[in-house]
């Protein structure tokens, strides 16, 4: 993926602006095997910078980054279409015009509201050095992460968070969110555009934010049609869905690099390593190399061991990178992610195993299965009955869920908004003031947009796929492959297919006892016949379980350590009570529910005091060390192959050297500490940049 920053400065102050490449040349990507070079270029109170391992379009000038003249522009960012060919031949662009240019030219044509019509994964930043407005956009879904920070006279946008980071003081004075504090240790992620440092925030998904000195103003761009196809049969319906999930799988197999695909039991993941299978045989090819990257928990009950083994076996293509899951990983606690705690658990929080793989075999692209469960649940359906007053229908619908219990649960989630949140109930009693206020001012906080919908069903799917908790998985993803050389790709989040689930008409959702019915039917000829007859969906809390037995000394080390920097938000005395009456109540932590919340204040805790390391030279900023550290600890990783593949060499990584900043850092400086590159100390490879007027 192309990194990038952008810093602007509305007096036109050059030791702001200066030289915009040293704030790409820290953005690690690490294990690629390609050096990713770096293209700048400046002008009166803006710089740019971009480091781009792969091209995104055959653009005769520096990827991710022109001047457009003939406006006045300079355009950065990182796009990738799926229907460049005819938005080329629509909008008369030369054929060799890269993504960005052609994006960049439906702005300037259209405005922001031309940028509905794209179908891609984009994330843009446009100087007017004429109007010295600045304007940066998101694709609808926010699948390219964009994030902006306000500076003193200024402004600062990156693709990656840690870039921006840099424009402060140092991590460890960076003001934290109290929002994000509060929904990261109880699940309840509300603002799509928060990220845990106050100063910095996400442009939203289907976004336009346009800012000039006097203010600046984010609005959303795209929305929906929401009017049902009243006409769709059925069986329409379900051709429909299926032809578009596959396009969204094709459309991002790339035809170079090699590839990987996580894979569990489940109807996502396995829906899309079956499409790029079928893929790849009517292609009739077998490279570049697709991986299978799948957990196993031998002797847990959430293994899945024998519906993975099936699923691989229905594609023997692809090679299968199977590790254990159930192996100890403690990366959250002794080296976590400077960007958000959290990142160093992998799948059932066992160890991110995946990460080295794909370091290993210069993996590029990622599938998941992210959105799976937003899109192909029939949410809200029963509220939908309810509401049409068809209470012998609904009486049906419950008597086939099968028991009691799955037909009360799923009534409750049709209904109450917070019933399948992570945490519904009253405060912790370990919350600060602060905490708690916070927390009744997220549960007061609507997330529909304003958007009037034609039945419930479109409703919650909306509000699902557009919710905080959809926009940190995402981010989440972004960032932990980003370390690694690799871009996520989220079929299921593909914007065509998006469009198309919302208008299908609410009573086309029927469950008749699946709530997934609608995506069994549409995805299953892609799946192995054992994953397709599956109707129940693994928990992990056997998983979390396991691992918070075999971190508990950590756990408790961390809530009894000398130093306490979350006093602002959580009480330590009150939290160590309710530890010891957790520990009376279930020793064995068979009810990891109980235990979450405060398991993941620990995980907090121990984030917040290493992010206190991250102060001047003390530690250096981008956790080269860390990840050096992570990466050899993980455990060894089986290979099960049934057909071609290859595998390249484990690639070296430049530890990071910090910068030297001058006030408030350039845009040279603000990437520095995140992307390794071949540097050109020659100051004639800086492009200036100048227009009249």
């Known amino acids: 993926m192309t990194a990038f920053a952008v810093i602007v400065d509305w007096n036109a102050d050059p030791t702001l602006a200066g030289s915009a490449r040293s704030l790409v040349e820290g953005l690690h990507v690490r294990g690629s095997g390609l050096g990713a070079a770096v293209s700048t270029l400046e002008m009166p109170g803006v710089g740019a910078a971009v480091s781009s391992p792969e091209a ?14 003939e406006r006045g522009w300079l355009v950065v960012g990182h796009v990738r279409l799926y229907d460049g060919g005819s938005l080329r031949a629509l909008e008369g662009t030369k054929p060799d015009a890269s993504d ?28 007017n050095a004429r109007e010295r407005r600045v304007d940066a956009f998101r694709d609808q879904m926010g699948l390219v992460p964009l994030y902006v920070r306000s500076l003193p006279g200024g402004m600062a946008f990156g693709s990656d968070l840690r870039c921006l980071l840099k424009l402060g003081p140092s991590p460890a004075r960076e003001e934290l969110s109290p929002d994000m504090a509060v929904a990261f240790v109880l699940g309840n992620f509300r603002d799509s555009g928060a990220t845990f440092f ?33 006409r769709l049969t059925y069986h329409d319906m379900i051709e429909e869905w299926r032809r578009l999930f596959y396009q969204a799988v094709e459309r991002r197999l790339q035809p170079d690099v090699p590839m990987a695909s996580y894979l569990s039991g489940g109807l996502d993941s396995g829906g899309i390593v079956g499409a790029a299978h079928r893929s790849y045989l009517e292609r009739g090819v077998t490279e570049p190399p697709m991986f299978l990257l799948s957990a196993t928990f031998p002797g847990l009950d959430c293994d899945e061991s024998g519906l993975i083994a099936e699923a691989a076996a229905k594609s023997p293509l692809f ?27 992998g799948v059932g929080s066992g160890p991110r195993r995946d990460l080295s793989l794909i370091r290993t075999h210069g993996i590029r692209s990622v599938f998941s299965g992210t959105g799976g469960d937003e899109l192909g649940w029939s949410h809200g359906y029963f509220h939908d009955l309810v509401a049409r007053r068809q209470i012998r229908q609904l009486a049906e619908e419950l008597r086939m869920m ?35 206020a916070q927390l009744a001012e997220s549960v007061r906080s609507a997330d529909d947009d304003g958007l009037s919908f034609t039945s419930y069903c479109q409703q919650e799917t909306w509000r699902r796929l557009t919710s905080g908790r959809m926009a940190q998985s995402i981010e989440a993803g972004s960032l932990v492959l980003a370390d690694v050389g690799a871009e996520l790709r989220m079929p299921y989040c593909d914007v065509k297919l998006v469009e198309f689930v919302l208008r299908i008409p609410w009573h086309l959702r029927r469950p008749r006892g699946d709530m997934r019915r609608v995506q069994r039917d549409a995805v299953g000829p892609f799946l192995a016949p054992a994953v397709r007859a599956r ?56 009810r990891p529910g109980l235990w979450q919340p405060l398991w993941q204040l620990g995980v907090f805790e121990a984030w917040n005091q290493k992010r206190m390391d991250y ?27 049934t057909g071609a593949s290859s595998a390249a060499a484990p690639v070296g990584r430049k530890r990071y050297q910090a910068p030297s900043l001058v006030r408030v850092g350039n845009a040279r400086n603000l990437l520095a500490g995140i992307t390794g590159t071949s540097l050109d100390p020659d100051p004639q490879g800086v492009q200036q940049i100048s227009f009249n007027g």
């Open 198 to 230: 106050r100063a910095i925030r996400q442009v939203q998904a289907g976004h336009h934010l346009s800012a000039t000195s006097s203010g600046s103003r984010e609005a959303r761009y795209w929305a929906p049609i929401r009017d049902a196809l009243e």
């Open 56 to 69: 995104t379009g055959p653009s005769p000038g520096p990827v991710g980054l022109f001047v457009d003249s």
């Open 615 to 641: 102060d001047g030279g003390r530690r250096t900023m981008m956790h080269h060390a860390d990840d050096v550290a992570f990466a050899r600890e993980q455990p060894e990783a089986r290979e099960e192959s």
């Open 319 to 345: 090679k299968s990178l199977v590790w254990d899951g159930t192996k100890a990983n403690r990366g959250d606690w002794t080296s976590p992610h400077l960007a958000m705690p959290g990142l160093r658990r």
């Open 402 to 436: 099968g028991s009691w219990r799955r037909s009360i649960y799923h009534l409750r989630a049709s209904f109450d908004r917070s019933f399948q949140m992570p945490w519904s109930g009253d405060a912790p009693t370990w919350f600060t003031p602060l905490s708690r």
């Open 535 to 590: 109707r129940s969906k693994a928990l992990a809390g056997a998983a979390l379980t396991h691992h918070m037995r075999r971190n508990f000394e950590s756990f408790r080390a961390v809530l009894a350590s000398r130093s306490w920097v979350s006093e602002p938000f959580f009480d330590r005395a009150a939290a160590e009570a309710e530890l010891d009456r957790l520990f009376r109540f279930d020793p064995l932590m068979r």
């Open 100 to 127: 960005l240019e052609l994006v960049a030219r439906i702005f300037g044509r259209y405005g922001a509201p031309g940028l509905a019509g794209i179908h891609g994964d984009f994330a843009v930043v446009i100087w």
